[in-house]
């Protein structure tokens, strides 16, 4: 029921709607930073305290920040406008950034520092600094973006964008959680079949309860109930400690963990830019729904918590949800936003979002992540023009190249020697096989933007357009943004390189730009009509 009020009226605080607004909302966080804590804690070994005493703070932090800001920018919408109807703009933790800085950046780094001999809790402040400056350093360019964002979206056509996330997703966010679902598919599958149930086939649930809740609900009992029973293998009462109450005060921890972010540089601009370009989406999606959001000020704010975030020792990025329109098809208005700012934010200070995360088994959470994995693939189908699907099927290959290298470094599947010697054994037929997937994966998010990029431009016709991207893949491939040869990623200069490393260097750049080269020397032609598709043959 929507009541109209006289412009600068004080809109209601909170209404029904509001409270599943919460659920669906506290639940997305909360989910990603169970999968987070499963990640590094129970993944990679990092000592739990730090995780929760240090990580979780600061990150819920952010989501406070930018909760109470867009809580705010609601309010003043609906007092100018007289509306009773305006629904304020959910932000929360980025689900496909912030598992891909658990599973790609702080997990391996932290496995990496255990490897050089560096004690636990050494290491894992070391991670926890490189997870701060990671979110300093996308938190800048969000900032530098949030006055640009128009210009990246025009240069950048949405089938690369999308493509590369939607790839990211799939691989990481829907396999690899897929794999831990059916570690326990007693519990993993029933929970996935019941999310597919309400989300996709738009079931009904008892008592109108919001239907990620209902899965999640059945989910954990299932899980206690038979893992008390014996019938669950690897079943273990969590020890539920609580970590107490830790403030996020902003500190210059983040300083020191600057220089270890070069090797992933091409991983987090990627994340950043993606997120600009999300909060751009979002915004237009709201106001499709009729709230007119000035996108500049959506964009600032995602910029500002995660700085706020970063600074206070947090370390995952923080983003405006591109579901703004189905919160407001539940009834949601701002008290939402307002609500799970609260629960969240204090709720991470207190220790209790840390205890409850504890409680929420693998099994439970996963299904969800295969979801969202499932659901930003398709969308970046969806969300693209029918003749550029090309290019989005194309960006997808390079993130199944990075789960295999991802797989590779496991000790569990080839031994720590073997992995290193990847680029110093020269092939029969070519460069090595296992080298050429681990390069392709190194930097898959750029590599799938600039390939799905010079295809689109393919497509329309402008092979000039084409040759120029394919020129700078070139450029980044010699310094290693791309295709790095080193088997972590690592940027470097060519000419440092020696033996089987500097001749892939030079080939991946060499293709690209003899590619570059024909292409350029083909739209020197006359323009004339197209030939028709297989002419020729």
């Known amino acids: 029921m929507r009541i109209d009020h006289a412009a600068g009226a004080r809109p209601r605080w909170f209404v029904a709607g509001d409270l599943n607004g919460f659920f669906g909302l506290a639940i997305d966080n909360l989910s990603i930073l169970g999968f987070i804590a499963a990640a590094l804690v129970g993944i990679y070994g990092m000592p739990a305290d730090i995780v929760f005493a240090r990580m979780f703070p600061g990150t819920a932090l952010g989501v406070l920040v930018g909760n109470l800001l867009y809580t705010w920018m609601g309010r003043r919408l609906a007092a100018r406008t007289g509306r009773d109807d305006v629904t304020a703009m959910p932000l929360g933790l980025d689900a496909p950034t912030s598992i891909g800085m658990a599973l790609l950046v702080l997990g391996p780094a932290y496995a990496g520092l255990r490897e050089q001999g560096m ?42 964008l999308l493509g590369a996330i939607g790839g990211a997703a799939l691989m990481l966010l829907g396999f690899l959680p897929l794999l831990e679902t059916l570690r326990q598919p007693m519990v993993g599958l029933p929970v996935l079949g019941l999310l597919l149930y309400v989300l996709v086939g738009k079931g009904r649930v008892p008592l109108r309860i919001p239907g990620v809740l209902f899965a999640l609900l059945v989910g954990v009992a299932a899980y206690y109930g038979l893992g008390l029973s014996g019938a669950l293998t690897g079943f273990a009462l969590p020890r539920a400690e609580w970590p107490g109450v830790a403030l996020p005060w902003p500190g210059l921890g983040f300083i020191e963990g600057l220089p270890a972010t070069v090797p992933y540089l091409s991983l987090l601009l990627p994340f950043g830019l993606l997120m600009v370009v999300g909060g751009i989406n979002v915004a237009e999606s709201a106001r499709a729904a009729g709230d007119d959001f000035r996108t500049r000020d959506v964009l600032l704010v995602e910029a500002v918590a995660t700085l706020v975030a970063g600074v206070c020792g947090g370390v995952a990025q923080t983003t405006p ?44 959470l996963a299904p969800i992540l295969v979801f969202v994995g499932i659901d930003i693939a398709v969308q970046a189908f969806q ?23 991802i797989r590779f470094g496991n000790p569990q599947w080839m031994a720590p020697q073997r992995y290193a010697e990847l680029f110093t054994t020269v092939a029969v037929h070519g460069l090595p096989e296992l080298a050429v997937i681990v390069a392709l994966g190194n930097g ?42 080193h088997p972590q990623g690592a940027v470097y200069w060519t000419w440092a390189l020696d033996g089987l490393r500097r001749a892939m260097v030079l080939q991946f750049a060499g293709g690209y730009a003899l590619l570059a080269l024909a292409l350029g020397l083909l739209a020197l032609q006359r323009p004339g009509a197209p030939a028709a598709p297989g002419a020729d043959r």
């Not at 539940?330 to 609260?342: N, P, S």
């Not at 969300?383 to 290298?405: C, D």
């Not at 980044?476 to 040869?485: A, M």
């Open 383 to 405: 969300s693209t023009k029918r003749e550029h699907t090309i290019a989005v099927a194309l960006a997808f290959l390079p993130a199944i190249a990075y789960l295999l290298a």
């Open 444 to 485: 898959f998010i750029i590599i799938a933007m600039l390939w799905a990029t010079m295809l689109v431009a393919l497509v329309d016709g402008r092979p000039g357009r084409a040759a120029g991207v394919l020129l700078l893949a070139a450029a980044l491939t010699l310094f290693g943004l791309i295709h790095s040869v």
């Open 321 to 364: 949800y591109i579901g703004q329109p189905a919160y407001k098809h539940m009834g949601a208005r701002t008290g939402y936003t307002l609500l799970t700012g609260l629960f969240i934010g204090l709720g991470g200070v207190l220790g209790l979002v840390s205890g409850l995360v504890q409680w929420l088994p693998m099994a439970v």
């Open 119 to 160: 004690a636990p809790e050494a290491a894992g402040i070391a991670t926890w600094q490189l997870g701060m400056a990671s979110l300093v350093v996308m938190g800048l360019l969000k900032l530098v973006l949030s006055f640009a964002g128009d210009a990246v979206t025009r240069a950048v056509p949405r089938a690369a």
